[in-house]
Nanobody, 118 residues
Framework: QVQLVESGGGLVQPGGSLRLSCAGS????????MGWYRQAPGKQRELVAT???????NYVDSVKGRFTISRDNAKNTVFLQMNSLIPEDTAVYYC????????????WGQGTQVTVSS
């Protein structure tokens, strides 16, 4: 079992930056894919970015060029650097860890609120 705890959310003006962190309760190196999802009020949870153990990244089109996902396996931490934030980025951001196997396991953090507003 892996527990994930997010931090770094808050209120920021449009054009500003935030850095989210997701700390794992134990080694996250065994987690095949770490990711960030977000859910805005009245909308479905959507994938924002993922990173594999080998460092291959993937982003939803709406954040490409603005967000950067990274992981520090030695510190069991995943980061999401968010730049040039826009109001549409407002949502609760969730950290996810997916470990493939039989069965595949998904681990979730509790979420952190990001609000982009002037």
């Amino acid at each position: 079992q892996v527990q994930l705890v997010e931090s770094g959310g808050g209120l920021v003006q449009p054009g500003g930056s935030l850095r989210l962190s997701c700390a794992g309760s134990r080694s996250t190196f065994s987690i095949d894919v770490m990711g960030w999802y977000r859910q805005a009020p009245g909308k479905q949870r959507e994938l924002v970015a993922t990173i594999t153990r080998s460092g291959i990244t993937n982003y939803v089109d709406s954040v490409k060029g603005r967000f950067t996902i990274s992981r520090d396996n030695a510190k069991n931490t995943v980061f999401l650097q968010m730049n040039s934030l826009i109001p549409e980025d407002t949502a609760v951001y969730y950290c996810n860890g997916r470990q493939f196997g039989f069965p595949t396991r998904d681990y979730w953090g509790q979420g952190t609120q990001v609000t982009v507003s002037s």
